[in-house]
């Protein structure tokens, strides 16, 4: 066959691999307000970027009649390509073939991708669209999960694993994403649980949708799952172009830095905090009021809302903030937020991006709920985070720095490089109130007019311990700074942290509070 021959039948065999599960099925995922796997990638990927791997490996299942079945690609699509200039890697489940379940060479492609991300220490992307494991490979597709979830464990913290819900991710699927550091989900369209609702009917008789169970909003603002809730796929894809446009692309990588932009004139820090220190504040003014073009990437924006964290630049090099956020519960920390935090601090930690905490908070968050549902253990992880980290990890108290709360939100004390305090801020072991009514307690109870008296007391107390002055006495506090201080204060602690390294007691690895 002449040269031409051969490249043509190449050509004919790649549309034919190109149609995936056929145009049927192709129309099914589009009335879902699904785009194919192939579009996907395209749409997230730089122009004429992608180069694809193993679209003609075939499937081994022999049973059930699977011998006759033709399974385009195997239900998943692989490759490389950049994003913004950079190199990833990618895969893309194609529900159209067999419902992008996963059996053995499915697997094996993506594991396949996945090894390579972790040699080159690139990015990876999983799109997740399947119905799990391949019921008719049995064991091989249960095999096939097991050596992802040991390469997902493998590549943590040296490269970004980015996870896309976009269909189904269900059974023991949903473990990849979980362990990976991004997940987002698109609105009507990612659906995610362990046991679907037949499940559940039948075990528990219980009816349920699956948008109930598992959809988009159910993992953005209930369970914490997801990282990113966007209404449609376009919208998704944006998000993931600019969360990796934030992040360094491995853990070796020294910091990108941009051209820097000053905040927007319209966040004017100095009048951000109510006059009233009982009135609460959007923290995120605080932050956007700082970094350059005031432009912050929130992650997990609708769970867990009383801790703020995402990604913002001070003169032009990412950083990762933490933020109390008094708008909600005050901005108390509890299971969720500690969690939430914690995570987050140990991923800017693996991936060399100073920690810049904002702090404003009463303390953790009383009351049985909270103690039951373990509070103790999962506040510990916000300390334990703070505590190992190694990047430069700078604080900055705006306003309440009560008890608990003011050890855990990256105090000196936890080994903070440097803590600044604004002159509205208020170190102290608890609230005037409370305090007062603890100590004074007998002097109030005698008192003539007890109410006079508790109000003279609290007084007393804000006078002498609500203020940063206390602590800047001992030096847990290095510098009191006005507001509109607080970007050049900051970026110049960035500066002048740049070789920091920190070396600790020997050891194979901690114990965290999982
Ligand atoms: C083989 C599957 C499949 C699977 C779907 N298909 N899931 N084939 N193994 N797990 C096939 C269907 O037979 C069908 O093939 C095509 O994909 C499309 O599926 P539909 O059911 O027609 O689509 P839809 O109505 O949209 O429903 C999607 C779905 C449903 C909700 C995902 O298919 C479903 O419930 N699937 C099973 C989900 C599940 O329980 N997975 C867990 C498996 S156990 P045809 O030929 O008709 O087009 C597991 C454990 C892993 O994953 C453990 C790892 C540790």
């Not at 190109?18 to 699904?34: D, S």
């Not at 051209?259 to 009135?279: C, M, N, Q, T, V």
């Not at 005031?294 to 997990?300: A, R, Y």
Request: charged residues 25%; contains cysteine; neutral net charge.
């Amino acid at each position: 066959m002449a040269l031409q021959n051969k490249i043509d039948e190449l050509q004919k065999k790649r549309e034919q691999a190109f149609q995936g599960g056929g145009e049927k099925a192709m129309e099914k995922q589009n009335a879902m307000g699904k785009l194919s796997a192939r579009s996907r990638i395209l749409s997230i990927v730089d122009l004429d970027s992608f180069q694809e791997y193993d679209l003609f490996v075939e499937h081994e299942a022999r049973d059930f009649d699977m011998a006759k079945k033709v399974l385009a690609g195997d239900g998943v699509i692989t490759g490389t390509g950049t994003v913004n200039g950079m190199p990833i890697c990618i895969y893309a489940q194609d529900f159209t073939v067999a419902g992008g379940s996963l059996g053995s060479m499915h697997a094996k492609k993506i594991v396949k991708i996945m090894d390579h991300a972790l040699k080159m220490r690139m990015p990876l992307i999983g799109i997740n669209d399947s119905g799990g494991a391949r019921i008719q490979e049995g064991v091989n597709s249960l095999a096939g999960y097991g050596e992802i979830f040991f390469r997902n464990t493998l590549a943590s913290g040296v490269i970004p694993q980015i996870s896309v819900i976009l269909g189904p991710c269900a059974g023991g699927a949903v473990y990849s994403p979980a362990l990976t550091d991004y997940v987002f989900v698109v609105d009507n369209i990612s659906k995610m649980f362990i046991t679907g609702p037949e499940v559940i009917k039948t075990v528990l008789g219980e009816e349920i949708s699956m948008e109930d169970l598992g959809g988009a909003r159910v993992h953005s603002e209930i369970t914490g799952n997801a990282h990113f809730f966007a209404y449609t796929e376009v919208e998704c894809f944006e998000q993931i172009k600019k969360l990796l446009s934030f992040i360094p692309h491995n853990n070796l990588e020294k910091h990108r830095t941009l051209e820097a932009k000053l905040p927007k004139p319209e966040f004017k820090i100095g009048e951000i905090i109510p006059e009233d220190p009982r009135l609460p504040y959007d923290v995120r003014d605080v932050i956007k009021s700082v970094v350059d073009d005031s432009d912050f990437f929130e992650i997990q924006e609708r769970w867990a809302g009383n801790i703020v964290i995402g990604y913002g630049r001070i003169n032009g090099r990412t950083v990762g903030f933490v933020a109390n956020q008094p708008l909600v519960l005050a901005g108390v920390l509890d299971v969720d937020s500690s969690n939430k935090a914690a995570r987050f601090i140990r991923y800017c930690d693996a991936f060399n991006i100073p920690i810049v905490t904002l702090v404003d908070l009463p303390g953790y968050l009383p009351g049985v709920d909270q103690e039951h549902a373990g509070v103790i253990r999962h506040g510990a992880k916000i300390l334990y985070a703070y505590s190992e980290a190694t990047v430069p990890k700078i604080s900055v108290i705006l306003r309440k720095a009560y008890g608990g709360g003011y050890i855990a939100m990256n105090s000196r004390h936890l080994r903070a490089d440097f803590v600044f305090a604004w002159p509205s801020a208020e170190i102290a072991v608890m609230g005037p109130e409370g305090a007062a009514n603890i100590i004074f307690r007998k002097e109030i109870m005698e008192a003539e007019n007890p109410d006079e008296m508790r109000r003279i007391k609290v007084k007393e107390y804000t006078e002498k311990f609500a203020n940063p002055y206390v602590a800047a006495s001992k030096g847990y506090v290095d510098s009191v700074i006005a507001p509109s201080e607080t970007r050049k204060v900051v970026a110049h602690a960035i500066e002048v942290s740049g070789n920091k390294f920190i070396g600790g007691p020997s050891k194979k690895h901690g114990v965290p509070p999982f």
